[in-house]
């Protein structure tokens, strides 16, 4: 499992995308850098998804969109039975799905 999660950085506007665009929505370049993200931030929004491919093990997923502390917006499962809105929440890397014989990990929030 890798210690990290890796955002795209727009080598010519500086803005870090996570998940990766195909274009910078800040200044519309097409070419990147990979780096680190994570750390601690706040939950701005969440959801909780039913409608799951059949591999899943779990009957839901809780997505949430979530602002960290250096400005980042990531999207990642939020490991929290009562969450609420601006809840403080640290990243962590996780198994998000577990498709046959090789776990697919990801980006997940803890409640602090």
Known sequence: MSDQVLGMKCT?????????HAVCPNCRQE???????????????????YALAI??????????????DDGIRVTGHLLADDPKLGMRIRT????????????????????I
Do not use: N, W
Request: charged share 25%.
């Open 55 to 68: 591999d899943y093990e779990t009957r839901y997923l809780r997505l949430a969109m979530a602002e960290l």
């Open 31 to 49: 070419t990147f850098e990979a780096v680190a993200i994570g750390g601690e931030g706040k939950v701005l929004t969440y959801t909780d998804v």
């Open 92 to 111: 962590e890397i996780g198994t998000v799905r577990e498709p046959g014989d090789k776990p697919i990990q990801g980006l997940q929030f803890h409640p």
């Open 12 to 20: 010519s506007c500086g803005t870090v995308s996570y998940p990766k």
